[in-house]
């Protein structure tokens, strides 16, 4: 334009030729022109620049209400897509706008400046989306640190099944607190589902943990309860008294109630597999400490002292009824003095008797023609009864074992015994014996009932059996000792045999058979000396205190090695009790009183 003008200005004066005042107007008016030019293109720019800020700003609005319209918070990456969308659709509508009046070449830089406008706006929504984000990584973490609280806040041990239920409860509680604490968009964020799984790993490793220490707690408490209810089984070991029967210590020593007080400590943790192992490793520990406890209580039995045998039995025998009790007697018990073997049934004086365990004696008195004082008779044949001896002895015993019970039967051997001679040894009785000696005014006994316990507490030691023609006068001595009633015996401690045991044989064919055997056994040396034989044996079976229920067993048979069997054989048709024996000793005694022990050991 301003080339044409000049042109045409030249065109104008080309006439007047080079006239300095031509060129003067020429430059005047091309600089005029220029000065012009530049007008119109400061307008113009001042234009575009107008139109340009207007773009920009309306680009700018659309821009911000494009963000203010994405939802946050939002996942990152979801994020960066909404941004580039954004930010491609406002650049171009941008473009778009700014194209007519800008050169391609401005317009690619006011593009690029434009972007750069939008970055910030773009970084403050991601901060603040950022911001949200963290918040509800915090929350997961907050929940986390709450769930991994309870687990270590539990009051451990307890079931398996309280703390499977627990470990349910607190893994669905996070499960709630993420689902109510993280915000919906960002639900199913990778970042927030990383998160979510590390936290959900994390409560399973602590439950798992948890278990652990859960289980570990349990077998210390299975433990510490097996090794205080063994204290208490080695306690009450120590306290039972051997030896006794098996029901004794069965109920001294009861395994069931033992591992009960084990499942009592452990109620609370039931089921649970290793308290089974220790409840198993318990029992089978009880079981040995009772089969030792057994195998001791029978190995003191067959090793029990016999001058105090019964007093070592009290928790065998006493709940035992007297009548129930093997005991070993020797018949004609005061005969030892005697020289001449027709005439003498034992070899050991009374004391010896007792030591070897004998606890019933016999006494067979009478008087001998010609002679004074009461004499022990046997085949026809009398020895001199020293009382003092006799009773002293037995007196004397009894004090010394507070717990032994004699029976000491007395029988009249001869015709008649003089009234005065009754008189002294009823006397010498009382004298020697008193408060021993069991009397009906003791209301609290019956024969047929009163236990070894019973005569313990009361502390009878001594029960006096006499013949009855022994309580009657003698038909010699009209005027001489007085008939004795029943009852005024008995209230002197001098219970009548009529009314207290009546003999009555073995079957026969028994004893015979028991005699051939015994024949075979015996060697020649053997026979007719002291200890050889045994010619009576009363079996005395007192069952009532009046009259005819009672009664007793007596045969003649030889000592052999068949004793011990016949024994057996008898106590199979009822319980032994009194067993008399001519020439007994330790080892008859201790037979009879391991017999007895067998019938005791089973009650």
Not at 135 to 143: F, K, N, V, Y
Not at 335 to 347: A, D, M, R
Not at 489 to 509: E, I, K, Y
Not at 553 to 568: E, G, K, M, P, Y
Request: charged share 25%; glycine share 4%; net charge neutral.
């Amino acid at each position: 334009m301003v080339r044409a003008a000049l042109n045409t200005f030249r065109e104008l004066v080309s006439t007047w030729g080079d006239h300095s005042d031509v060129q003067v107007a020429e430059a005047r008016l091309k600089r005029d022109m220029d000065l012009t030019r530049l007008s119109i293109e400061q307008r113009n720019e001042d234009e575009i620049s107008k139109q340009l800020n207007a773009a920009v700003d309306t680009a700018m609005r659309q821009f911000k209400s494009r963000l203010n319209a994405i939802r946050l918070p939002s996942c990152p990456a979801r994020l960066q897509v909404i941004f580039a969308e954004t930010n491609a659709e406002t650049t171009t509508e941008f473009r778009q706008s700014v194209e007519p009046f800008l050169s391609p070449s401005r317009l690619r830089v006011q593009a690029v400046r434009f972007e750069r406008r939008l970055q910030p706006e773009l970084e403050q929504i991601a901060k603040t989306n950022h911001q949200h984000l963290q918040r509800s990584e915090d929350a997961i973490h907050a929940s986390l640190n709450v769930a991994t609280q309870r687990f270590q806040h539990l009051s451990l041990p307890v079931t398996s099944a309280a703390l499977s239920q627990t470990c349910q409860r607190v893994s669905d509680t996070l499960a709630s607190d993420l689902s109510s604490k993280v915000a919906a968009d960002l639900q199913h964020c990778p970042q927030i589902t990383l998160r979510r799984k590390r936290a959900e790993s994390s409560i399973r490793k602590e439950c798992d943990t948890t278990k652990a220490r859960n289980a570990a707690g349990i077998r210390q408490k299975a433990v510490e309860a097996r090794t205080e209810t063994l204290q208490s089984a080695l306690a009450v070991e120590q306290q039972i008294s051997l030896p006794g029967s098996l029901r004794y210590i069965e109920r001294s020593f009861n395994t069931s109630a033992l591992v009960g007080m084990f499942d009592a400590k452990m109620r609370h943790l039931v089921p649970h597999d290793m308290i089974d192992e220790e409840r198993q490793q318990l029992s089978r520990f009880l079981d040995g400490v009772k089969t030792e406890l057994e195998a001791k209580n029978r190995d003191t039995l067959w090793h029990l002292p016999l001058d105090g045998w019964m007093g070592n039995l009290t928790h065998l025998i006493g709940d035992v009824r007297l009548l129930d009790v093997a005991i070993p007697g020797s018949h004609q018990s005061a005969t030892y003095k005697s020289t001449c073997l027709c005439t003498s049934n034992q070899v050991f004086n009374i004391s010896r008797q007792l030591e070897n365990g004998i606890r019933s004696l016999h006494l067979g008195l009478g008087d001998v023609d010609g002679e004074s004082g009461l004499h022990v008779v046997c085949s026809g044949q009398g020895l001199r009864f020293d009382s003092d001896e006799v009773l002293t002895s037995i007196n004397d015993f009894l004090r010394d074992h507070p717990k032994e019970v004699v029976i000491l039967r007395v029988t009249q051997e001869s015709a008649r015994v003089r009234g005065q001679h009754k008189t002294a040894l009823f006397n010498a009785l009382k004298n020697a014996f008193g408060s021993l000696m069991v009397k009906s005014s003791d209301s609290w006994f019956k024969l047929s009932e009163v236990t070894m316990k019973q005569l313990w507490q009361h502390r009878k030691q001594l029960l006096v059996i006499v013949d009855d023609a022994f309580l009657l006068r003698s038909q010699h001595e009209p005027d001489g000792h007085p008939d004795l009633t029943p009852d005024a015996a008995r209230a002197m401690g001098l219970w009548p045999t009529s009314s207290t045991l009546v003999a009555v044989r073995f079957n026969d064919d028994d004893m015979e058979l028991l005699f051939e055997k015994a024949e075979m056994e015996l060697s020649q040396a053997q026979r007719g000396t002291p200890g050889g034989f045994f010619d009576v044996v009363h079996m005395l079976r007192f069952v009532t205190d009046c009259g005819n229920d009672a009664f007793s067993r007596a045969t003649r048979i030889r000592n052999s090695s068949f004793f011990a069997d016949w024994l057996d054989s008898q106590t199979g048709r009822e319980r032994m009790n009194v067993v008399e024996m001519d020439f007994i000793g330790a080892y008859s005694a201790e037979t009879i009183i391991r017999q007895g022990l067998r019938t005791y050991l089973r009650a």
